[in-house]
């Protein structure tokens, strides 16, 4: 399965900041974009692969990335994330 979503990066004095907002508390941080941007796509995988592991899981629409730029600020950028999740379960080798 592939996800996309949007994360708000933000530069910091010290390093950036990255946030989901469609992925609830789903925040990372990094010291270069870079870093900042890898660290920010585990987190999201690790978020999904939790609420996947739900009885009920309930992953929320992704938000528009064009909506979001246009209400970011001048010390912000949006990217989208690419997650992909491989489903284990039934799985034969």
């Known amino acids: 399965m592939k996800f996309f979503y949007?994360?708000?990066?933000?530069k910091k004095e010290e390093g950036y900041y990255?946030?989901?907002p469609d992925l609830e508390m789903c925040t990372a941080k990094g010291e270069t974009?870079?870093?900042v941007l890898e660290n920010a796509r585990e987190?999201?995988?690790t978020w999904i692969?939790?609420?996947?592991?739900?009885?009920?899981?309930?992953?929320?629409a992704s938000s528009d990335k064009a909506?979001?730029?246009a209400e970011a600020g001048?010390?912000?950028?949006?990217?989208?994330?690419l997650i992909t999740y491989r489903m284990m379960d039934g799985w034969e080798e």
Do not use: G, H
Not at 49 to 60: A, I, K, R, V, Y
């Open 67 to 69: 909506d979001l730029q």
């Open 74 to 81: 001048p010390d912000q950028d949006v990217r989208e994330i």
């Open 18 to 20: 990255a946030e989901f």
């Open 49 to 60: 692969d939790t609420e996947l592991q739900e009885d009920d899981p309930q992953l929320p």
């Open 33 to 35: 974009l870079d870093d």
């Open 6 to 10: 949007p994360v708000i990066v933000t």
């Open 43 to 45: 987190v999201a995988y």
